[in-house]
């Protein structure tokens, strides 16, 4: 199969992004001596579950999920946030073969990938565009993937079926009637900390909401996912959404919904 693509290197993002170097990035480390519980934190909540949405292979970066947070918005609130933020897209990073590829990590482990589900304010902004860039504007739920049983609820199946339909960069495909909140695992347990896009442009606008528990896929998902490849010069490789290294707390809290 296609050798997996040489990261462009998130090293070289500090040129074109000097926010790299701030002091607000992400993804960071899990460090159990670095997490408060924090009794005031409250559970997450969907208001509405998002039924149309497009999936694409977005040119080498990842497979996205698109929904039309317009006409039927799926708003998430509750948790550490302050009103309601709308569900725009939800991606993966993952690694190239038996490498993890996870964004965050816990405690210095990383897992097989990480889901990402990007909700922004529209409780204050008009638009993801508008939200993408303020430091309240964005809400991303990380949900960590390891390989094992299949995924009981089946819903992340809705996603891995599809891939092979968007091999190639570019293509898009629909699907709707995805519930999110059962892409969520069962315990409802999250670490929060105030951080960033973790690919450029890197906004420092995100807090970030990760699932303590893992979801499980087969061996069978995780080489769909890792069969997606796009075309980069004339040559295949494989999409490695390769993963952006812990950043600095830089001292930043890091909040547990949990004891
Ligand atoms: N609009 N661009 C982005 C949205 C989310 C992320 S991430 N990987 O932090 O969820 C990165 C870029
Ligand atoms: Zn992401």
Redesign the pocket.
Known sequence: MFECSKSLGPHTWVHQFPIAQSSRQSPVDLRSSETHFDAKLQPLNYDDKATSSRMLNNNGLSFKLSFDDSSDPCVLNGGPLDGDFRLNQL?M?WGCDKLPGS?HIVDGNAYAA?L?MVHWNSSKYSSMQQAVTQPDGLA?IGVFIQVGKEHEHKELKKITDLLPKITNEGSKIELSGLNPLLLLPSSTAYWTYLGSL??PPLHESVTWIVMKEPLSISKQQLKAIQSLYFLRSGKYERLLNNNRPPQPLAGRKIRASFK
């Open positions: 991606h990073h964004e990480e990402h991303v973790t690919t």
